[in-house]
């Protein structure tokens, strides 16, 4: 799960982390509002939006102006005026991709005195299975365009979760990070209260882009990015009520609702499996086969005839999506259930597209027979790879 800046920010303040003062708004009059609190003189005007590269993003219609989605400036007035021109407006970043996104509310934030632009990131590695930290002296810049050009401005510190963050890993950073002096303090203190966060959260990625130096010395996260683990949230029913589902995929919001683990791709295949490692693999087929698959999507081991409708109805509701692969393995999940949730939602929605099917397992032949009945023009496979071969034939010849 994801979460805005302002909202990051309010999680990090909780652990001592030093933030600027900002307020969040949904109207103009509620930015001009929070900047009278501020005080100022120097404002800066942020549309939060899920999506990182706001600063450099554009706005899809012209009377949002062309000067990116974080704005600085000098009065309450521009405050106004710029909040009015983001609010209600769609923003096209790089991360957004170009549909982009509707900013439905802003953050208006303290202007800065930014001497030093740095990066900063902790992260799950699974493989070193620790925490890792990940630093660079390039802040305010693409962190993908710094690996790709400039690997060896990058410093990466491992910290074991089973010992915890100690003064020398962030003294570490700090060095690497050319900080010095009582900056070095004050980065150790804000290191080990972002691992304290990040593992008493169940994050699974923190992002500060830029941590800045002022001309104060001071070292201050000027944005955050937080994400959470899903899986990890029913410990969490605080950071629950930061959920945005207007920043969701409206699939994925729909899949959640029914507890489907589903996440949309861009291919035009769509897939509905059993288990995590078995859809895997039935994308990795799909690709090698030559075709492209439109999702992944596990309607899990206890899945029920109403959950697999619901899984085929969302499929179906991508317009990517031109043919589906059925690939089921019956150990918990039985085929003669899959066999029905599919016919149901092929009767329901108007099945157009090509559909294969492979069964294998518990009530295997129940199910082939429900299918064979059923009337609908529904491609049998008899193994994986014959499944994966017929679904990328018949959408060729479809279109």
């Known amino acids: 799960m994801n979460i805005h800046e302002y909202q990051a920010k309010q999680v990090l303040a909780k652990y001592g982390v030093p933030v600027l003062k900002g307020g969040v708004a949904y109207t103009p009059e509620e930015a001009a509002k929070a900047a009278q609190e501020l005080g100022g003189p120097v404002f800066v005007v942020k549309s939060q939006i899920h999506a990182g590269g706001r600063g450099k993003g554009t706005f899809k219609e012209a009377a949002a102006g ?100 100690s003064g020398f890993h962030c003294r570490n950073v700090a060095f690497a990070l050319g900080l010095e002096g009582k900056q070095v303090g004050a980065f150790v203190k804000l290191m080990t209260a972002l691992y304290t966060c990040f593992v008493d959260t169940d994050c699974s990625m923190l992002e500060i882009n830029p941590l800045v130096v002022t001309g104060e010395g001071a070292v201050i996260p000027l944005d955050c990015k937080m994400n959470f683990d899903s899986n990890a949230l029913y410990r969490h029913p605080d950071l629950m009520e930061y959920r945005d589902e207007d920043e969701e995929d409206p699939m994925e919001l729909e899949a959640s609702k029914h507890d489907l683990n589903y996440i949309k791709l861009d291919g035009a295949i769509g897939c509905m499996v059993n288990g995590a490692g078995l859809a895997m693999a039935t994308m990795d087929i799909i690709k090698l086969k030559g075709g492209s698959p439109a999702n992944f999507l596990d309607v899990g081991g206890g899945a029920t005839k109403e959950r697999v409708t619901a899984a085929f109805k969302i499929i179906l509701s991508d317009p990517n999506v031109e043919g589906i692969l059925v690939n089921i393995f019956g150990g918990i999940m039985r085929c003669d259930v899959i066999a029905e949730g599919v016919i149901a ?55």
């Open 66 to 165: 062309d000067k990116g989605g974080v704005r600085v400036v000098k009065s309450v007035e521009e405050v106004m005026e710029n909040a009015k021109q983001m609010l209600g407006h769609t923003l096209v970043t790089h991360q957004s991709g170009p549909e982009g996104k509707q900013v439905k509310r802003v953050y208006i934030e303290d202007g800065c005195d930014i001497k030093r632009e740095l990066y900063l990131s902790l992260l799950v590695d699974r493989s070193t299975s620790s925490v890792t930290v990940m630093a660079s002296t390039e802040g305010g810049m693409d962190i993908e365009e710094v690996a790709a050009e400039t690997p060896e401005k990058l410093f990466f510190q491992s910290i074991d979760p089973a010992t915890g963050v």
């Open 345 to 399: 939602a092929a009767k329901e929605v108007s099945l157009n597209v090509p559909l294969v099917v492979r069964l294998e397992g518990t009530n295997v032949e129940l199910g082939k027979k429900i299918m064979a009945e059923s009337g609908l023009p529904i491609i049998a496979a008899d193994n994986l790879a014959d499944a994966a071969e017929k679904v990328v034939k018949a959408v060729k010849e479809a279109s």
